[in-house]
Nanobody, 118 residues
């Protein structure tokens, strides 16, 4: 079992920045990859970013590439999402997820709301 708790969401003006955190517990954190996803109002959940267990490999959705950075601290059992140059279309509930089993994100956090005003 893995428990995930997100934090750091809030209201920010367009062009601003936020950093989301996701604290994990329950299994050896460095042994599994992590991802960030988001769900905007009226839309399906979409992939945002992914990071390998070691942190050496990352990937991003085209819509956030160059603006968002995913990172992790395996000593603190925490994954981060630094979001810069935020746009109103980034408004969504953001979720972190753990990929304990290769190929599937099997554990999810409760989500944190990010609202970007224009």
């Amino acid at each position: 079992q893995v428990q995930l708790v997100e934090s750091g969401g809030g209201l920010v003006q367009a062009g601003g920045s936020l950093r989301l955190s996701c604290a994990a517990s329950g299994r050896t954190f460095s042994s599994y990859a992590m991802g960030w996803f988001r769900r905007a109002p009226g839309k399906e959940r979409e992939f945002v970013a992914h990071i390998s267990g070691s942190g050496s490999t990352t990937s991003y959705a085209d819509s956030v590439k160059g603006r968002f950075t995913i990172s992790r601290d395996n000593f603190k059992n925490t994954v981060y999402l630094q979001m810069n140059s935020l746009k109103p279309e980034d408004t969504a509930v953001y979720y972190c997820a753990a990929r304990v089993i290769p190929g599937t994100y099997s554990y999810w956090g409760q989500g944190t709301q990010v609202t970007v005003s224009s």
